[in-house]
């Protein structure tokens, strides 16, 4: 079992860090209608992006973790949870202060 470091998904304690297919289309921005019906956008944004192909693959990559160490006293998935959360707020950060900036 290698090192935890060892692995080739992309991180943020990469420099070199990227997530592909983790944005969401400027189509999915326009369906937002507002803090009144859809409540407040970054959580919104949030939710989108926790659907895109990239942000699912860590998801799955943190579920995996979390079933394989189930019952294990002093291991975590700490490692995996980062990078699920580390795909989302890259997504997120933009499309996010775009509707805040256009104050849909």
């Known amino acids: 079992m ?5 692995t080739h998904t992309p991180n943020l304690l990469n420099p070199a860090h990227y997530y592909p297919h983790t944005h969401i289309d400027e189509a999915v921005l326009n ?5 009144e019906e859809d409540g407040d956008p970054k ?9 895109t192909a990239g ?6 990559e943190y579920d995996a973790c979390v079933e ?6 002093e291991q975590h998935c700490g490692y995996q949870y980062m990078n ?3 795909c989302i707020d890259l997504c997120a950060a933009d499309p996010t202060f775009k509707l805040l900036k256009h104050g849909v």
Not at 2 to 6: A, D, I, K, L
Not at 43 to 51: A, G, P, Q, T
């Open 31 to 35: 369906e937002y209608k507002g803090f």
């Open 43 to 51: 959580l919104w944004v949030e939710e989108k992006c926790s659907n």
């Open 84 to 86: 699920y959360w580390g």
């Open 68 to 73: 394989r160490i189930s019952g294990k006293e």
């Open 2 to 6: 290698g090192h935890m470091f060892s």
């Open 55 to 60: 942000c699912l693959r860590m998801k799955e």
